[in-house]
């Protein structure tokens, strides 16, 4: 298994610009989330999905959307970069509901200039 | 207003001592709470989960706590080496459909 495969590594967008993180996961999870990590700070929650074609907001959903149209697939669109979206996204997936552990990508670091 | 705390930034300690890593949290009531670890550009990796029933749970030189009342738990690593320099992050369950991070705390081991 892959686990949770995030791409791209790095990106570098203008102000303005919009783009997509993709985030695939081959453990047959139910359940994913997007999160963003600001230097020195902890995580916060973006989106998440319980399943395909269902999708929750966050604490800081504004600026992103995200769709589900798959058990393996939940990309995260930037519609209009800004440089408040400068930050590390993380992907990760558990498989249901309950004390179950999640399971991270590596990461995509997005500068907004 | 909810609320997640973590003792300090940072924490720097001599090998071979424990480490005592505090998550603190207001305003939720959490079915269980997690550890993770995560070096430097890369993700989070799990370590330990304790349910709410729990007191204590272990694995290897690793000790949680969980107290419902104090609305705390401790993370322990005992025997502490370089290789344990990382940043520590608590989790909670927010009602079995997320998690709440909380920020940090970065550990150093000094040799």
């Not at chain 1, 359940?31 to 020195?40: C, E, F, H, T």
């Not at chain 1, 498989?95 to 997005?110: A, C, D, H, N, V």
């Not at chain 2, 959490?30 to 070096?39: F, M, T």
Request: with cysteine; charged share 20%; proline share 6%.
């Amino acid at each position: 298994n892959a686990g949770v495969t995030q791409t791209p590594k790095f990106r570098i967008l203008k102000i303005g610009q919009s783009m997509t993180l993709q985030c695939t996961q081959d453990m047959n999870h139910n359940y994913m989330y997007w999160y963003r990590q600001d230097p020195g700070m902890g995580l916060k929650l973006i989106y998440y999905s319980v399943g395909a074609g269902i999708t929750d907001k966050g604490e800081v959903p504004n600026g992103y959307n995200v769709s589900r149209s798959t058990t393996e697939d939940f990309p995260l669109r930037l519609e209009l970069a800004a440089p408040s979206q400068t930050s590390v996204y993380f992907c990760a997936s558990r498989p249901r509901q309950g004390g179950y552990e999640q399971f991270f990508g590596p990461g995509t670091r997005l500068t907004v200039l | 207003s909810q609320k997640i705390e973590q003792n300090s930034e940072a924490l720097n300690i001599q090998e071979g001592k424990t480490a005592t890593l505090t998550c603190n949290y207001t305003n939720y009531s959490p079915a269980y709470l997690q550890w993770y670890r995560q070096d430097p550009g890369r993700g989070p990796v799990f370590l330990l989960l304790i349910r709410e029933n729990e007191k204590e749970k272990r694995k290897e030189r690793l000790k949680v706590t969980f107290d419902t009342t104090l609305k705390q738990s401790l993370f322990h690593i005992t025997a502490s080496q370089p290789a344990d320099s990382a940043t520590y992050l608590c989790a909670l369950d927010n009602y079995g459909q997320n998690f709440v991070f909380g920020p940090g705390t970065r550990l150093s081991v000094l040799p």
